[in-house]
Each structure stands twice: as structure tokens, then as C-alpha cells.
């Protein structure tokens, strides 16, 4: 999965806020998300009177709603991923006069 989900992100956001597009919708996630996890898989085991059926139900949710999100996305097959706009135009100018 890691290695499709680099090479489609890649292609998601233009070159010049790719690293910081990835990072954002990737990394920042991830930390609020999967952080407070444990503590809420005991709250739902405990709702359920010891039983994980609710952690299960919980499971597919957050599946179901990857997946809806996945769909979502464009397509980008046929995009260049090469345009990246000059960060410095005038250091450039000057060091070709």
C-alpha cells in the first residue's frame, strides 16, 4: 500500500506544494488520529461490556469512509507532474546577465 499511496500523492498536488500537500494530508492525520486510538478501542470494548463488536463496527466505518474517499480522488493518469514554477526569478535573471 506505502508504495502506491507515495507515487499517487505525488501526482495529487503541483510540484511547487507537493511536499507540503503530502505531508499535511498524510502525516498531520495520522498523528491526531492514531494517537488517542487505544483510548477510545477501550471505551468501545467497555460500552460493549467486554466485547470488541463495537471496535470491529468502528473498524468497517472508518474503512467505508477510506474507500469512499479513495473514490472520490481524481483521476490524474496523463498529468504532467513536471511543471515547477522558478522560486527565485530575479537570482535567476541576474546570474544570466
Known amino acids: ?41 477501550v471505551g468501545l470494548v467497555t460500552l460493549g461490556a467486554g466485547s470488541p463488536s463495537l471496535v470491529a463496527v468502528a473498524m468497517i466505518v472508518v474503512a467505508v469512509a477510506g474507500l469512499l474517499a479513495v473514490l472520490a480522488l481524481p483521476e490524474t493518469r496523463g498529468t504532467d507532474l513536471a511543471p515547477m514554477v522558478d522560486p527565485f526569478p530575479a537570482v535567476t535573471e541576474r546570474a544570466g546577465a
Not at 11 to 33: H, M, N, W
Request: glycine share 12%.
Open 1 to 41: 500500500m506505502f508504495g502506491a499511496q507515495a507515487a499517487f500523492y505525488a501526482e495529487l498536488f503541483p510540484a511547487q506544494y507537493r511536499f507540503s500537500g503530502f505531508a499535511l494530508g498524510r502525516e498531520i492525520p495520522g498523528a491526531v488520529l492514531s494517537g488517542p486510538a487505544p483510548v477510545i478501542c
